[in-house]
Nanobody, 125 residues
Framework: QVQLVESGGALVQPGGSLTLSCVVS????????ISWFRQAPGKEREGVSC????????FYTDSVKDRFTIFKDSGKNTVYLQMNSLKPEDTAVYYC??????????????????WGQGTQVTVSS
């Protein structure tokens, strides 16, 4: 059984930083692509970042380039999203997603089979 558990969401002031974690069980991240998505109230879900399984390629949506960094810890089977210079428009529930049929992020997948429960990020003064 594949499970994804996100953590690290919090209330943070504009300009602050957070690191989100997504622990994956039942599937080895080294072999599959994994993505972070977000959904703000009243808006559609948005793909934020993706990291490929083996070629080291990472994708970022334009609004987070140069502010967010996705990386994996293979030993912990965990993917992280380091978020710097946070803005109020980054406020959303953040989800990680993966499955055994996706290996690359070019183009970044959206139709993953496994999703976490989400973690709330609120950027406000």
């Amino acid at each position: 059984q594949v499970q994804l558990v996100e953590s690290g969401g919090a209330l943070v002031q504009p300009g602050g930083s957070l690191t989100l974690s997504c622990v994956v069980s039942g599937l080895t991240l080294d072999y599959y692509a994994i993505s972070w998505f977000r959904q703000a109230p009243g808006k559609e879900r948005e793909g934020v970042s993706c990291i490929s399984s083996w070629d080291g390629f990472s994708f970022y949506t334009d609004s987070v380039k140069d502010r967010f960094t996705i990386f994996k810890d293979s030993g912990k089977n965990t993917v992280y999203l380091q978020m710097n210079s946070l803005k109020p428009e980054d406020t959303a529930v953040y989800y990680c997603a993966t499955d055994q049929y996706k290996r690359l992020c070019h183009p970044p997948p959206h139709d993953y089979g496994y999703w976490g429960q989400g973690t709330q990020v609120t950027v406000s003064s």
